[in-house]
C-alpha cells in the first residue's frame, strides 16, 4: 500500500510590496485634486466636502484647506460614517459606528463632494450615497478618490481621481496618511512568487 | 460583543464604554431629517411584556423602528397568557416566529436568565420583578456622562428604596464598573443588609440623606413604590418625604454642578418636590430622550452582526 506522497513544501511566497506614490507625490495629487475641485465647480460654491472614514475624513480636510489656500474660499467639511448603511453588516461582527459631523450650514440644496481613499468595487459609495439621502437634500453629489484600483461591483464611478491604479483582484492597495498612520504613502500589496 | 443583555454584571467597562458611544452616535440621529437607519432591516424584535410599562415598552418600540426592524408587541394581557400560558411555551412560539430579539419584563427576578435558555434570539432584559434593569442603568451612565462629562470618580447618590429597586441594582453594577462611586441611601428597612458588598465593594451605604448631600456629584431619587407603603418599611409617606425626599432646601445644599436624576414615574412630593423635578439641574427629561439612543446602541451591538 502507498504512503501518501510527502507533502511538497509550497515554494515560499513573500508579498511583493509596490509604492504607487511617495509622500511628496501624495501631496501633489491632492492640490491637484483640488484644482480640478476649483476648476469643475467654478470656484467651489455651495459646495461641502464629506470624508467617508477613515482616511477620507482626513483626506477631505486637506482638500479643503488646499482650496482656501488657492482661492481664499472656505468650503465647509464633514465627516459621514456608513457603518449603518453596509450591505455586509450581518456577514461580520458587529461594527463600530463612527462619528458623523454634518457642517452647520447643512446639504440642503448644497454640492456634496464625497471623498474617499480607494475606489474599488463601489459599495461604500452605494452606503453613503444612501447615508446621504437620510441627511438631507443636495442639489449634486460628486465624488473624489485618491486611488481608483478597478473591479467596480456597482455602477458607480469617480468624478475627481488622483491616480488610476490597475490592480488584480488578490491583490490590495493601501493608502496611508500622516494625520492616521503618520505617513503618506499608497502602496500595492501582491502575492508574487519567488522564482 | 455579548450575545444577551441580562445584568448590568454583563458588561465590563470596554463594552459598557462602547456601548455609550454607540448611543451618542444614534442621539444624532433623532435631529436628522430622516430619524431612521437601516441597519436592523430584516431583523425582527418582540417585545415581551408581562408588567405593565409605559416608557421602557415605548422607548423599545421606537428604537427598533429607527433601526428599521420589525416590532412585535406582546403584553401579556389579552393573550394566551392570559389563558394561563407558561413562560417557556410562549418562548417557545416566539421561536418558532423567527424572533431576533426578546426585549423582556417579568414580575419574576430570573425569568429572562430562563428566557435565554430556551430562544436562540438575543434576550434583553427590560426589568425583571426587584432584580435588575440593565438599559435603564446605561441610560442613566449616558446622561451622567453627557452632563458631568466624565464617570470616573463620580459620587453618586441612590436614594430610597434600594430593596425593591432593579434601578439601583443595576446602576451599582454598572457604575461601579464605570469607575464611579456609589453611596446607597435610605431608610435601614429599605437598604438590605450587605447588599453594597454583594453587589460591588467599594459601595458604600448611608442612612442620612443630608449628610451625604455636600460631596454628591448625582443624586439619583427611586421611585417609592405606592403599592409597598402599607408594608410598614416606614411609619408614614410624610415622615419618609421629610427624611429622604429631595426638596428645594436640600437641593441648594448639593454642590453648583450637581445633577438630580429619576427614572421615572416620579411621586411629585413624595421622595422628590415639584421645584426639584422641574429645576434645570433635574435631568429626567433626558433621561426619557436618552432612553431611545441607548437601546437603539443595545440592539445594534446586540444584532447588528452575526454575533450567533
Known amino acids: 500500500m502507498a504512503c501518501p506522497p510527502a507533502a511538497h513544501p509550497s515554494p515560499p511566497r513573500q508579498p511583493s510590496v509596490k509604492v504607487i506614490l511617495t509622500s511628496a507625490e501624495v501631496q501633489r495629487v491632492v492640490d491637484r485634486i483640488a484644482h480640478q475641485i476649483l476648476e469643475k465647480t467654478q470656484g467651489a460654491a455651495d459646495t461641502v466636502l464629506l470624508g467617508v472614514p477613515t482616511r477620507g475624513a482626513p483626506l477631505a480636510r486637506r482638500l479643503a484647506e488646499r482650496i482656501n489656500a488657492f482661492e481664499g474660499t472656505a468650503v465647509p467639511v464633514g465627516v459621514l460614517d456608513i ?3 453596509r450591505d455586509d453588516l450581518r456577514r461580520n461582527a458587529t461594527r463600530a459606528v463612527g462619528p458623523t459631523q454634518v457642517p452647520p450650514g447643512g446639504i440642503d440644496g448644497m454640492r456634496v463632494i464625497l471623498v474617499d481613499d480607494v475606489l474599488f468595487s463601489g459599495r461604500t459609495v452605494r452606503a453613503a450615497l444612501d447615508a446621504l439621502s437620510d441627511l438631507g437634500r443636495p442639489s449634486s453629489v460628486q465624488l473624489a478618490v485618491l486611488v481608483d484600483r478597478g473591479h467596480r461591483q456597482l455602477p458607480i464611478r469617480a468624478d475627481y481621481v488622483g491616480k488610476n491604479i490597475p490592480t488584480a483582484l488578490a491583490e490590495s492597495v493601501k493608502v496611508t496618511l500622516a494625520e492616521t498612520d503618520g505617513v503618506d504613502e499608497v502602496r500595492l500589496y501582491g502575492e508574487a512568487a519567488l522564482s | 460583543m455579548i450575545r444577551h443583555l441580562l445584568s448590568g454584571a454583563d458588561l465590563d467597562a470596554d463594552t459598557a464604554i462602547q456601548i455609550l458611544d454607540t448611543a451618542a452616535e444614534m442621539a444624532a440621529v433623532s435631529g436628522r431629517e430622516v430619524k431612521k437607519l437601516p441597519a436592523l432591516r430584516g431583523r425582527t424584535v418582540v ?7 409605559t416608557r421602557t415598552r415605548i422607548s423599545f418600540e421606537a428604537a427598533a423602528k ?25 418562548a417557545l412560539t416566539l421561536q418558532a416566529m423567527g424572533a431576533d430579539a ?3 419584563r417579568h414580575p419574576a427576578s430570573g425569568a429572562p436568565h430562563r428566557l435565554a435558555d430556551w430562544v436562540d434570539g438575543s434576550v434583553v432584559n427590560a426589568g425583571d420583578g426587584t432584580h435588575e ?9 449616558y446622561t451622567m456622562r453627557s452632563r458631568m462629562g466624565r464617570l470616573a470618580g463620580l459620587s453618586v447618590a441612590v436614594v430610597g428604596d434600594v430593596l425593591h429597586s432593579r434601578v439601583a441594582r443595576s446602576n451599582v453594577l454598572l457604575l461601579s464598573t464605570l469607575g464611579a462611586k456609589v453611596t446607597l441611601v435610605g431608610p435601614p428597612t429599605l437598604i438590605p443588609v450587605d447588599i453594597a458588598a454583594a453587589l460591588a465593594p467599594g459601595t458604600a451605604v448611608c442612612y442620612d440623606l443630608d449628610a451625604v448631600l455636600p460631596s454628591t456629584d448625582v443624586v439619583m431619587m427611586l421611585r417609592v413604590q405606592r403599592e409597598r407603603m402599607g408594608d410598614s418599611y416606614f411609619p408614614s409617606a410624610r415622615e419618609y418625604a421629610r427624611r429622604y425626599g429631595l426638596d428645594g432646601a436640600r437641593m441648594r445644599r448639593l454642590p453648583e454642578h450637581a445633577i438630580v436624576m429619576h427614572p421615572g414615574p416620579m411621586n411629585r412630593g413624595m421622595e422628590i418636590t415639584p421645584e426639584v423635578a422641574d429645576s434645570p439641574r433635574s435631568t429626567i427629561v433626558e433621561q426619557v430622550t436618552n432612553g431611545v439612543s441607548v437601546r437603539m446602541a443595545v440592539l445594534y451591538l446586540l444584532l447588528g452582526g ?3
Request: aromatic share 8%.
Open chain 2, 66 to 90: 429607527r433601526l428599521s426592524a420589525d416590532v412585535i408587541n406582546f403584553s401579556a394581557k389579552g393573550s394566551s397568557v392570559a389563558k394561563g400560558e407558561s413562560l417557556k411555551d410562549t
Open chain 2, 102 to 104: 426578546v426585549v423582556v
Open chain 2, 306 to 308: 452575526n454575533n450567533r
Open chain 2, 133 to 141: 434593569h440593565p438599559t435603564q442603568a446605561l441610560l442613566d451612565a
Open chain 1, 83 to 85: 457603518t449603518l448603511y
Open chain 2, 47 to 53: 417585545n415581551l411584556f408581562y408588567e405593565d410599562s
